[in-house]
């Protein structure tokens, strides 16, 4: 019974080794490693000890393989992810520059990761408490954001909590159509967890206040966690700010999938029952976690290793 449930895309990277390396030259990559933004998600909620299911597809193929043991290894349910041999399973190379930027090249066209279906039965999600989106979910596929939102319309019905992490990546992006759907997302979520620049493009607003006033506006809005990188993250609620709560510093090799982490993290606090700062530092941790590793979901996440580093930094954020 999956208490955590997301539905978006599942791909594998394959990365460059080193800084400053153009996806234009010749050189050399590192992987695929198993991927994906909502992969990344669920596969940290799996791996801190809660029930998750995804809903997705892959190619009947090596790369779809490997992101599907990966996922069962941590525990996730599977059995919603479509395995067809109509398109191959998607692929993204990432290169990393010094400044902090990153560049993608995706290759999710006709793949089966953006051909799910929302679910004809419940069976087996009837425990569920929350349903996460994330915005790149939603970029590639106008018939795959529909899906997505008719599933989390079926979940809200139910009483399942919706929290959204609108992410956009403009150069996933195929139809502008897109955007009002995002704000359809919007208007359904509970919990909202964008960056800086994500809350702006929502609201409308470019003064931050302005801003955080203006998503406040939705009547279903119970949470803000707006997470502005080495900034850390505040919480707000609709009484104002509630928390305030920095990073945890790592020798970071790699920030692909640390604010996804975060996301899975802050959930499974809130789905613990924990308080509003608890879960914030338990995303914090798994962000700084998953950074400190090479690869999207390579950091080694686990309800132990989330408690050290939040006893380590105690005082710290």
Excluded: W
């Amino acid at each position: 019974m999956a208490e955590i449930l997301i539905m978006g895309e599942l791909l594998v990277e394959i990365m460059r080794p080193h800084e400053d390396i153009p996806l234009y030259e010749s050189d050399y990559f590192r992987g695929p490693f198993p991927s994906g933004a909502p992969g990344i998600f669920i596969s940290t909620a799996a791996r801190l000890g809660h029930d998750t299911a995804i809903i997705s597809g892959v190619g009947k193929d090596d790369f779809g393989e490997n992101v599907l043991r990966r996922l069962k290894k941590d525990g996730v349910d599977v059995s919603r992810v479509l395995v067809s041999d109509q398109g191959n399973t998607g692929v993204a190379f990432v290169t990393y520059f010094a400044d902090g930027e990153r560049k993608f090249l995706f290759y999710m066209d006709n793949s089966p990761c953006v051909m799910a279906k929302a679910p004809e039965s419940l069976e087996g999600l009837e425990d569920t408490k929350y349903m996460h989106i994330m915005g790149c979910s939603l970029m590639s596929s106008v018939e795959f954001a529909n899906e997505i939102v008719k599933t989390m319309m079926m979940m809200k019905e139910r009483g399942v909590r919706i929290s959204f992490d609108p992410n956009v990546r403009l150069e996933m992006m195929r139809d502008p159509a897109v955007l009002k759907i995002l704000q359809t997302v919007f208007d359904n979520s509970t919990i909202l967890m964008p960056g800086v620049a994500e809350l702006k493009m929502l609201s409308g607003e470019d003064d931050l206040d302005k801003a955080i006033e203006k998503v406040f506006e939705n009547p279903d809005l119970e949470i803000l966690v707006l997470k502005n990188g080495s900034k850390g993250s505040k919480i707000y609620t609709r009484e104002g700010l509630a928390v305030e709560q920095g990073i945890y510093k790592v020798e970071q090799l790699d920030a692909t999938g640390a604010g996804d982490s975060y996301d899975a993290a802050f959930i499974c606090g809130l789905a613990e029952g924990r308080s509003l700062e608890e879960a914030a530092k338990m995303g914090a941790a798994a962000g700084a976690l998953n950074a400190a590793a090479f690869g999207p979901m390579e950091g080694d996440i686990r309800p132990e290793t989330v408690r050290e580093m939040i006893e380590k930094n105690t005082g710290l954020s």
